[in-house]
Nanobody
Framework: VQLVESGGGLVQPGGSLTLSCAASGSIFSILVMGWYRQAPGKQRELVAGITSGRTTNYADSVKGRFTISRDNAKNTVYLQMNSLKPEDTAVYYC???????????WGQGTQVTVSS
């Protein structure tokens, strides 16, 4: 499985961005998908996750501002980010995990910069 992120960029505080992650292969629908981020000097952290049954979870810091969704027909997972803050600045990574296995897939990352 290959994951390719897109949609990052520079946005002003309070603005919005939508990240996309397109997956290759035929097993996307069973993968637990997630968005992680890593800011300079910090550890990579989970931002949001979504199961094959579309159960979602979010980091406390993004609850109410970010929304994760998936389109299995398009093999794509999205992260809608609203009310962006400078502290959201990071490289955002897409992750896919096969449930009950150690198979874990990562995208190359996309930069999100929130600055005026």
């Amino acid at each position: 499985v290959q994951l390719v992120e897109s949609g990052g960029g520079l946005v002003q505080p309070g603005g919005s961005l939508t990240l996309s992650c397109a997956a290759s292969g035929s097993i996307f629908s069973i993968l637990v998908m997630g968005w992680y981020r890593q800011a300079p000097g910090k550890q990579r952290e989970l931002v949001a996750g979504i199961t094959s049954g579309r159960t979602t979870n979010y980091a406390d810091s993004v609850k109410g501002r970010f929304t994760i969704s998936r389109d299995n027909a398009k093999n794509t997972v999205y992260l809608q980010m609203n009310s962006l803050k400078p502290e959201d600045t990071a490289v955002y990574y897409c992750n896919g995990r096969r449930p009950a296995t150690s198979y874990n897939y990562w995208g190359q990352g996309t930069q999100v910069t929130v600055s005026s």
